[in-house]
C-alpha cells in the first residue's frame, strides 16, 4: 500500500499519522521466496520537519515461514519491524538512493509501504534458521528427520587422517 506524501509536503510542521494494511505476501531474498504466515498493520508516522525533509516512522510485526537450515522444517521467523527514516525530498529519487537504499521505497511523492517493510525484513534476515540451537538435521545416507528418528545408519566421519591422505591421491589423480 502506499501513501501519498502530496499533502504534508505543502505543509510544513505537519504530522500524520496511519495504519496501513500491509499485503506482501511472501519475502523475496534473490531467487528464493519465503510466505507470510502472519502480519500486522504498519503503523506509519510522517513529519513533515522543515523546508521539504521529512521524517518517517514505520513500525509493523511479521512472521515469515522459513526451512530449518539442516532438517528442511519449516520454521516461523518472527521480524519487529521498527524503522526511522530521513528523506530530504529537494534531492531526487537518485540522489535519496545514494544516501540510503532505504529510500528506495520513496518515489513519485509516494511512500511504498510493502516495499519499505520487505527491506526491512530482509535488513533484518537471519544469517542461518534453525528449527532448535541443536538440530540433528536429515541423515545424509537415507534422509530421515533425525530429529524424529534415528535411522541406525553408520555416519561416522572418517578419520581426518585417512581424508587428507585421500585428498593427495585424488590430486595426484588430477595432474
Ligand atoms: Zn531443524
Ligand atoms: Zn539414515
Not at 500500500?1 to 496511519?18: P, V
Not at 531526487?92 to 510493502?114: G, M, P, T
Not at 520487505?118 to 534476515?125: A, P, Q, R, S, V
Not at 545416507?141 to 561416522?156: E, I, L
Request: negative net charge.
Amino acid at each position: 500500500m502506499q501513501i501519498d506524501l502530496t499533502d504534508i509536503l505543502n505543509h510544513e510542521g505537519r504530522k500524520e499519522e496511519y495504519s496501513v494494511p500491509l499485503e506482501l505476501d511472501a519475502v523475496k531474498t534473490g531467487r528464493e521466496s519465503f510466505p507470510v504466515l502472519e502480519k500486522a498493520p504498519v503503523n506509519v508516522e510522517v513529519i513533515h520537519t522543515e523546508d521539504q525533509v521529512l521524517e518517517i516512522k514505520a513500525a509493523s510485526d511479521v512472521m515469515v515461514a522459513v526451512p530449518c537450515a539442516r532438517c528442511l522444517e519449516t520454521v516461523k521467523v518472527p521480524f519487529h519491524i521498527q524503522c526511522d527514516l530521513k528523506a530530504d525530498m529537494k534531492l531526487s529519487e537518485r540522489e535519496r538512493e545514494e544516501e540510503s537504499e532505504e529510500l528506495s521505497c520513496i518515489a513519485d511523492k509516494k511512500l511504498d509501504v510493502d516495499w519499505l517493510v520487505h527491506n526491512e525484513i530482509l535488513t533484518d534476515w537471519p544469517i542461518q534458521v534453525l528449527c532448535r540451537e541443536d538440530c540433528k538435521g536429515i541423515c545424509p545416507k537415507c534422509g530421515a528427520n533425525r530429529n524424529q528418528t534415528s535411522c541406525g545408519c553408520d555416519t561416522a566421519v572418517p578419520d581426518p587422517r585417512m581424508a587428507a591422505i585421500s585428498d593427495i591421491f585424488s590430486k595426484f589423480k588430477e595432474v
